[in-house]
């Protein structure tokens, strides 16, 4: 066996890169902690990228003149990730370099290149994995928060309009989501690695258009996995296109093995199942637990729901509903526990911390009475800028909302836009 120069070039480079890449990005290593990932506190998953931060904060000062601390912001796409990239890449050039000046007298690398391709689909089927049961139980796209049937379309960021989209309609997402674990779940067994590659391609390419056009910051991860995407696929290119274009039959493909022996190349097959097993499984509990901390089965407040504020009182002087007022609330809305939006008469969504202990009501530093006068009828009495206050409040049913009252019609004479 004999490869072209540039083809051992290109190799050896994306040996030294994608196999730093795998191991320094934590998400890549996090899914592989399975069921017990969920029990790690945020600077654990972070620890192979902190322990880079020396290193990418003296390039990031040096190169760039910018001082850029790796933060927990859950943005995959922080100048401190940049820096890390751009060090990766002269790494790997550098290091290219030495090897092919080294072993240049090499003419292939068959036995690497099967303990690479391993490892990079085993990367990548960990990511499809991931994100996948992160739609199937829909916790990445959650129903939309109540808030946001309250915002003007116009102030929502693209990110936020995608988000809100895909989260609308469950049936959408899970579809999503299952195309991603089939294809994870494929390349985690070597006979059918290229069929989990061939699926990741498309969903890769997916995931990275959105993140390109809706400004979703997981640009960098997502690209990477379209290019391992690429890369598995890639030595396939010949033989699919003599099957699926050329109409004409195609030789087998058969890779170097990763051991000399078949009883440990059985055993090895056996181990990347049973890692498959053990992802899936921690993704399956990741999201289960999301699906009930901050998904659709969380617990909902006691007073759950949008309140119209019918009446506000400031000092026994009933305050009326002028734009131009801004103690006057529009709206309260109770949605996650712990918080509570209100809604200013200007428009503006303001979440503050809140608690309820039975019947007394503390959102920021305003301590409220809550007398229940019926059950879709409330009052809130107490001080708010050292001031006495009276809140009358009307639960607002949220079928007034076409996006959760609107359904789906099989019979529709017109197109039907709100």
């Not at 998400?27 to 600077?43: A, C, E, K, M, N």
Request: proline content about 6%.
């Amino acid at each position: 066996m004999h490869w072209r120069l540039p083809t051992r070039i290109a190799f050896r480079f994306c040996v030294v890169y994608f196999g730093l890449f795998c191991l320094a990005f934590a998400q890549i290593t996090f899914v592989f902690t399975g069921v017990l990932s969920q029990w790690l506190p945020d600077r654990a998953v972070l620890w192979q990228m902190l322990a880079l931060e020396p290193v990418t904060g003296w390039v990031g000062r040096t190169v760039f003149g910018v001082d850029s601390p790796l933060t927990e912001s859950g943005s995959g796409d922080q100048a401190a990730i940049w820096v890390l990239i751009f060090w990766l890449l002269a790494v790997a050039v550098v290091a290219t370099a030495i090897w092919s000046v080294l072993d240049r007298r090499r003419a292939a690398y068959p036995r690497l290149a099967a303990w690479f391709t391993t490892f990079l689909r085993l990367c990548l089927g960990g990511q499809m994995l991931f994100y996948g049961f992160a739609k199937v139980i829909p916790t990445q796209m959650p129903t939309p928060p109540l808030s946001s049937l309250l915002e003007p379309f116009g102030n929502l960021s693209p990110m936020a309009v995608l988000w809100l989209q895909v989260g609308s309609s469950h049936p959408y997402e899970i579809a999503l989501g299952a195309v991603e674990v089939v294809a994870g779940l494929l390349l985690f067994w070597p006979r059918t690695a290229l069929l989990g590659a061939l699926l990741s391609v498309v969903g890769t390419g997916q995931i990275f258009l959105l993140n390109m056009t809706y400004d979703v910051p997981v640009k960098i991860l997502s690209f990477h996995l379209l290019v391992i995407s690429v890369i598995l696929v890639a030595p396939h290119v010949r033989r699919l296109a003599d099957v699926l274009v050329l109409q004409r039959q195609a030789d087998p493909f058969i890779p170097a093995d990763l051991f000399s022996s078949a009883r440990r190349n059985r055993i090895a097959v056996a181990v990347q199942l049973a890692l498959g097993v053990w992802v899936a499984a921690g993704c399956v509990a990741i999201n289960v637990a999301g699906w009930y901390e901050y998904g659709d089965g969380r617990t909902k407040p006691e007073l759950y729901g949008i309140w119209s504020v019918t009446e506000f009182t400031v000092g026994g002087d009933v305050r009326p509903p002028l734009t131009t007022d801004e103690m006057r609330w529009q709206r309260v809305v109770f949605d996650h526990p712990g918080v509570v939006t209100h809604q200013r008469m200007d428009g503006e969504l303001v979440d503050e911390p809140a608690t309820q202990t039975g019947d007394v009501l503390t959102v920021g530093t305003t301590t409220l009475a809550i007398d229940r006068q019926g059950p879709d009828r409330l009052r809130l009495d107490g001080k708010m800028d050292g001031k006495p206050v009276t809140i009358e409040l009307q639960r607002q049913p949220l079928d007034d909302f076409t996006l959760r009252s609107r359904g789906f019609h099989w019979v529709q004479e017109t197109p039907y836009f709100g």
